[in-house]
Every structure is written in C-alpha cells, then in structure tokens.
C-alpha cells in the first residue's frame, strides 16, 4: 500500500492529540503500519525547538522567531520521521503541521502570508497531508478545556481574540481545500468524535 500522510488540526483544547491516538489504535487493529508523531516535535531536535516555542519563560518571544523556530521543527520532522515512514508504505498521523503555521502564525500573529509561503517552501518543499481532520471549538470553550485539565504553555497565554482568529484562520482553509480538510465538531463526546474520524479515514484509505 502506498504510503498516507494524515493529520489533525484544530485550536486549543479540541481533543486533538486524544483522536490522533485513538484513530493511531484503530488502525493498528485495522493491521496498518502507523507511525504517530506531533508538531513541534516528533525528533529529538524538534522537542528541543518545542521547550523553546512553548515555554512561558519566553514571552519576549518575537512572530519572526516562533515561525522560524516552527518551520525548524519541521524540515527535521519531515525528513527524519515523515517521508522515510512515507516510503515504506507506512501510515503517518501527525498533531500539527503547515496548516497550524499558516492559521497560528499567519491569522493569529498576522505575518504576511507570502513570508510563511517562502518559508514553507525551503522547510518543506510544499508537502501536505493527504487528509486532515480539522477538529472545531468555540475558542472560549477549548481555552476553558485546557484550564480545567491545568495545560498551559505560551501560546495558551495569549488573548481570546488571538485565539479566535485563528480559528478563523481554520476555517479559512477549510473553505479553500474542501477535498483535504474534513472538519469536524469538536464540542461532541469523545467516542463520537472518534466514530467519525475513523469513517472519514476508512473511506479515505479504501
């Protein structure tokens, strides 16, 4: 089977890394060779880039640097743990990837979009999913979620509105890639959520 790069997007406090492991164990049951992974992160050089990026020590963090440090992330993911798991036929989830750069740090930081492009295209060459789970929330509501669960990292320290444009960055791109972007209402139980990711994916695979 060729290869499938999946991933899962979505603000703060949608649920996302519990259905990337849940939809991870369904298709290990399914037989499926999957490779779960997050972004930042996923290597060793990409953990370290996230204890910066998260950190509440660096507030004085500059839009420039995060999206450079992101981007950083990335191409090590990419090339390290993304295509080699691509080319062996292998499926890939991913937390996080491009979308979340162009939404968080384009829609929420309002850098200029042909910056984040010219970047994307040294850190990743244009890769994309081949489907993403977009995984929708009132951006009040997700930012209440992590609160009650004690999550808090520098991106979680930012203001409503902050967070509200980038949801509205989300949905930006999901009316753009219709085919790619699948969204999702996050605001149902977690089975639920569940139940119709591994539907969408089921369909997707073949």
């Given amino acids: 089977m060729k290869g499938r790069f999946i991933s899962l997007e979505g603000i703060e406090g949608t649920g996302k890394s519990t259905q990337a492991k849940l939809l991870s164990d369904y298709l290990k049951e399914k037989g499926f060779e999957v490779v779960l992974t997050e972004e930042p992160g996923g290597t060793q050089i990409g953990l370290r880039i996230r204890e910066l990026l998260l950190s ?19 191409s090590q993911h990419i090339r390290e743990i993304i295509l080699p798991a691509i080319s062996r036929g292998a499926i890939i989830i991913t937390d996080r990837f491009t979308d979340s750069t162009i939404a968080y740090q384009g829609f929420g930081r309002g850098i200029d979009q042909g910056l984040i492009d010219s970047i ?6 244009r890769l ?6 977009l995984l929708d929330l009132d951006a009040e509501v997700g930012l209440k979620r992590n609160k009650g669960i004690n999550k808090t990292d520098r991106l979680e320290l930012e203001d409503l509105e902050f967070h509200q444009r980038v949801r509205n960055g989300y949905h930006n791109l999901a009316e753009k890639e219709p085919e790619r972007i699948k969204l999702i209402d996050a605001s149902a139980d977690i089975q639920e959520i569940h139940n119709r990711i591994s539907s969408i994916i089921t369909n997707f695979i073949g």
């Fill in 56 to 74: 509440v020590e660096h507030k004085g963090m500059t839009a420039v640097t995060e999206l450079l440090l992101y981007n950083a992330s990335r």
């Fill in 120 to 125: 994307d295209l040294i850190a990743t060459g």
């Fill in 128 to 133: 994309r999913p081949d489907i993403t789970i």
